[in-house]
């Protein structure tokens, strides 16, 4: 049952420009990202047909063989391109929790093919950011349905930092000219079938929370699901309802709120019995501008609530915490019967 603590909030009214929906729907986006730092959307306008399109060519490439599969590796843990072999890191590592390796393999892509002829794509701090994407050879629908999937969730991720401007009491635009050349990303997570039990303390992702601005997920709402931590530390699960996605922020965005908002710890369990069928997740991390400076915004902080953080550049938020994440050098192959 989805936990009422993860709101549902209806989007099309802001997308349609219904001011007073609107207002309604702002006062609950901050309620939301001040208590859980978690919401579910709907009224996205993103089509069904384009997410069934994008999870069947997913699972088409997954179902490969691990050879055929690691044609297309990661070229280096500091890209996020490519196939990602199963077990290769754990998120928990994050935390300076040591465990196993986490229970899944990976495809990443970034946003661009082809960038521009702009020294912004040039600079050698944009290279984790920009890299060249890999593309498989089979399936042949893996490459175009995972284009116009990320092509639709980057505009989507642009109209979410619009409401979130609100919410904080800006002007709808405040973030534009930070969010205008993106390094967001994208990585398509499997967990493949357990026909073993996990090893103790063994996770499909081991808690973490992401560094960005915001995620917005698409997945499966079966068992061994997404589960967030509350305040109170208790984990609760957080299963969409049909057709909407799940939305977190980062620790990015807890910084620029001045933790007005909060990054929340999330993992996703292994099902109950501890073994349990395939999941399939479309995870589009949504990033400022490299180069942004990200400190307090004018709206969260008062004289008795300076800001608590110096400012600092997405990229140097972004290297502080991908250093830390554990990458295992040799993975493995989920146990078999």
């Known amino acids: 049952m989805r936990d009422a603590r993860v709101p549902v909030i209806d989007m099309a009214p802001f997308l349609a420009g219904d001011a007073a929906a609107t207002r309604v729907a702002a006062r609950a986006v901050d309620a939301a990202c001040r208590e859980i730092g978690f919401l579910t959307i709907v009224g996205h306008g993103v089509p069904e047909t384009l997410?069934?399109?994008?999870?069947?060519a997913a699972l088409a490439f997954f179902r490969l063989s691990p050879e055929e599969k690691r044609r297309t590796p990661r070229p280096s843990h500091e890209s996020g391109r490519?196939?990602?072999?199963f077990g290769d890191q754990a998120l928990a590592y994050s935390l300076g929790v040591e465990t196993p390796p986490d229970l899944?393999?990976?495809f990443g892509i970034g946003p661009l093919d082809e960038p521009p002829n702009d020294p912004y794509y040039a600079a050698p701090e944009a290279w984790t950011f920009f890299a060249p994407n890999v593309w498989p050879e089979d399936p042949v629908e893996f490459r175009p349905a995972l284009g116009r999937y990320f092509a639709r969730i980057d505009v989507l991720s642009r109209?979410?930092?619009?409401?979130?401007?609100l919410a904080l009491g800006l002007d709808e635009r405040a973030f534009d000219d930070k969010i205008d050349r993106p390094a967001s990303s994208m990585r398509i997570i499997h967990y493949p079938p357990l026909l073993a039990p996990p090893r103790p303390g063994q996770l499909r992702a081991g808690a973490h929370s992401d560094y960005g601005s915001l995620t917005i997920l698409q997945t499966d709402g079966d068992s061994g699901c997404l589960q967030a931590r509350t305040r109170r530390g208790d984990w609760i699960?957080?299963?969409?309802?049909?057709?909407?996605?799940?939305?977190n922020l980062g620790d990015l965005m807890s910084r620029w709120t001045n933790d007005r908002w909060v990054s929340t710890l999330h993992r996703v369990a292994t099902p109950p019995d501890g073994r349990g069928g395939s999941r399939l997740s479309l995870v589009f991390f949504g990033q400022p501008n490299y180069d942004a400076t990200i400190e307090c915004l004018p709206t969260c902080r008062e004289p008795g609530n300076p800001p608590r953080y110096p400012p600092i550049s997405t990229v140097e938020l972004s290297r502080s915490k991908h250093m830390k994440v554990r990458h295992?050098?040799?993975?493995?192959e989920p146990p078999r019967s």
């Open 328 to 332: 295992m050098d040799v993975g493995y």
């Open 82 to 85: 490519g196939y990602t072999v």
């Open 159 to 165: 109209r979410l930092m619009g409401l979130f401007a």
């Open 104 to 106: 899944q393999e990976s």
């Open 237 to 247: 699960d957080v299963i969409p309802p049909p057709g909407a996605f799940v939305v």
């Open 51 to 56: 997410i069934e399109e994008t999870r069947a």
